[in-house]
């Protein structure tokens, strides 16, 4: 039996709400590499035109539809949002990769009880807010905090949320605060196979924004709902 | 576990997130008013649904076609002209006095509650105009609290001030406080004792003390003169902007019950309710605009204009 060294320290991730990971595993490409962090989920059957590992890459407004970050924010800051926060269950990790980095394109990092200093958790576990687009027969409200079994999930995204009662709001009017920026952590991917894990339940993620020498910034993305804490194999 | 984009609209957590809302959109008027009445029978409607679908959503399907049932267990319709049907309020109120621990007092009170919504949205008639709020307010928050514990949830997941409610459950519960009835029983033979001229001064003067007191003026249970009822504020406070006046109201839980007249003193919300005393009311405050945008007053205004000095300006003149 080999015992591999862990690729991370699963408390720290827990505790922070996200892991940095410098130069994660480069002679896997970034799927290998996810699923060698957990089990990997396969986004093609659940969301239209994607895939298990998506390319993320800035583009300007006009360059993407309304339905991306990028078709409505384009090469400026994108705001603290939870990846696919409209979902019943978004995914529970999101794996980012640098491909090709920059020096100057920060991540923004923020976990949700920061909120809790100026907000209560039986206000934002009340706040109900509706998503943009619904199926027929599928409801779109979902609570700003939730539970799946026994894990609380903190969802929120500034575009394709909104508000619906009161409580929802005061949320929204909280984190319209340009300070919550601020207090975010930020790192750089700035070289191949730099990696930011994030536990996407429990922290807020975004982007700042893209100069125009910046543009050449490729991150891939892999979505993961379970994470195994070391490479240990039998 | 396993990320899931959609959730089906009869799930456990969809109808809680609706009920959620409706009773955020009760607590922005005060307890006397028609629309929170409202507005709390469209909640517990969707509070009873979700304690349903957490057990199956299939359970919600009508069950008079099998193509509900299908619905229900996340299928797609399969035809073009399906329109989902859930089941009637009374199937759902069956399920739950059979299935939900402690739900079996509350049914009929739902039942009876359904009916005023139902009511309210096929009459010509405004059916929680008048309903005193110790009539229902006190069993619906004993329904709430039953649903709720089925689901997994307190009634501070769902509501403002749970404190009062589980108050008010307590105080609707509170056998020891019936014997408030003998008080009034008492308080009602010495009134009978005394003379018309004695019983005419009395309320005479109680009217006048009510009118000047602080407090809610009420008949009294025992003599019927006016007496006061005091409480507890709940809830926000709703502010109307008038010309020169400013209305502010707030809603008052009853603490305690004064007559002057016979003397009758009621203390407590559990026995206020016990004698038909324990609907909340509106305290209703009116502010001088001055005084709430703390404006000049005339005073001060007239003060300013006295204080102004002379730079011996001369005034137009044709000459």
Same mark, same amino acid.
């Not at chain 2, 005419?200 to 407090?215: M, N, P, Y």
């Given at each position: 039996m080999t015992l591999r060294k862990p690729l991370f320290d699963p408390q720290a991730l827990f505790k922070n709400g996200f892991v940095f990971l410098s130069n994660l595993l480069p002679g896997c490409t970034t799927q290998e590499a996810a699923e060698r962090l957990g089990s990997v989920i396969d986004m093609a059957p659940l969301l239209s035109g994607s895939s298990t590992v998506q390319d993320l890459r800035p583009r300007s407004i006009g360059s993407a539809s309304k339905n991306h970050y990028s078709g409505n924010f384009g090469l400026d800051r994108f705001p603290l949002h939870s990846d696919l926060a409209h979902w019943a269950v978004p995914p529970r990790y999101a794996l980012l990769r640098c491909v090709s980095g920059t020096a100057n394109v920060a991540t923004h990092l923020l976990r949700w009880e920061e909120l809790l200093s100026a907000i209560s958790r039986n206000t934002i576990s009340k706040a109900v807010l509706r998503s943009r687009k619904r199926r027929n027969g599928f409801s779109?409200?979902?609570?700003?905090?939730?539970?799946?079994?026994?894990?609380?999930?903190?969802?929120?995204?500034?575009l394709f949320l909104t508000p619906v009662n009161s409580s929802a709001n005061e949320l929204c009017d909280l984190l319209r605060d340009p300070a919550w920026e601020d207090k975010a952590d930020k790192f750089i991917l700035a070289s191949p196979n730099d990696s930011i894990l994030i536990d996407n339940w429990q922290t807020l993620h975004g982007r700042g924004p893209v100069g125009g020498t910046q543009t050449c910034r490729h991150i891939q993305r892999a979505y993961l709902m379970e994470v195994i804490g070391d490479g240990a194999s039998g | 576990m396993t990320a899931l984009p959609g959730e089906h609209g009869?799930?456990?957590?969809?109808?809680?997130?609706k009920a959620l809302v409706y009773v955020q959109q009760m607590e922005k008027h005060n307890a006397d008013n028609w629309e929170y009445g409202f507005w709390s029978s469209l909640s517990l409607e969707f509070l009873c649904r979700s304690a349903v679908a957490h057990i199956s959503p299939t359970l919600l399907a009508d069950r008079r076609d099998w193509r509900?049932?299908?619905?229900?267990?996340?299928?797609? !319709?399969?035809?073009?002209?399906? *329109?989902?049907?859930s089941a009637d309020t009374k199937d759902v109120l069956d399920i739950l006095s059979?299935?939900? !621990?402690g739900f079996t007092e509350s049914k009929a009170f739902c039942f009876e509650h359904a009916g005023r919504r139902n009511a309210e949205l096929h009459s010509g008639d405004l059916e929680f105009k008048d309903l005193k709020t110790g009539t229902w307010q006190p069993k619906y928050y004993a329904a709430c609290k039953a649903l709720l514990k089925f689901i997994g949830k307190e009634l501070v997941d769902l509501f403002r001030d749970a404190e009062i409610a589980e108050q008010m459950i307590a105080a609707s519960e509170d056998a020891a406080a019936k014997a408030v009835e003998r008080d009034i029983v008492a308080h009602v033979a010495l009134w009978a004792g005394k003379s018309q001229e004695e019983?005419?001064?009395?309320?005479? #003067?109680? #009217?006048?003390?009510?009118? @000047?007191?602080?407090?809610? @003026?009420t008949e009294?249970?025992?003599?019927?003169?006016?007496?006061?009822? @005091?409480?507890?504020?709940?809830?926000? *406070?709703?502010?109307?902007?008038?010309?020169?006046?400013? *209305? #502010? @109201? #707030?809603? *008052?839980?009853?603490?305690t019950y004064e007559c002057i007249a016979c003397g009758l003193r009621v203390t407590g919300l559990s026995k206020l309710v016990a004698c038909g005393l324990g609907n909340a009311f509106t305290e209703t405050s009116t502010i001088s605009a001055a005084d709430f945008f703390g404006l000049y007053t005339e005073d001060e205004m007239e003060e300013a204009r006295t204080s102004t000095p002379d730079f011996g300006y001369e005034d137009d003149n044709n000459d």
């Open positions: 779109g409200l979902r609570r700003a905090l939730s539970h799946e079994g026994i894990h609380e999930i903190f969802r929120w995204d500034p | 009869w799930s456990k957590d969809a109808l809680f997130n509900h049932t299908h619905y229900a267990l996340g299928n797609a !319709p399969i035809s073009k002209t399906f *329109v989902p049907k059979a299935l939900v !621990p019983k005419a001064t009395a309320s005479s #003067q109680a #009217q006048v003390w009510a009118s @000047r007191e602080k407090g809610h @003026r009294c249970p025992a003599c019927k003169s006016i007496g006061l009822l @005091r409480g507890t504020p709940q809830g926000t *406070v709703t502010t109307n902007v008038n010309d020169d006046v400013i *209305v #502010q @109201r #707030q809603t *008052v839980i009853p603490a």
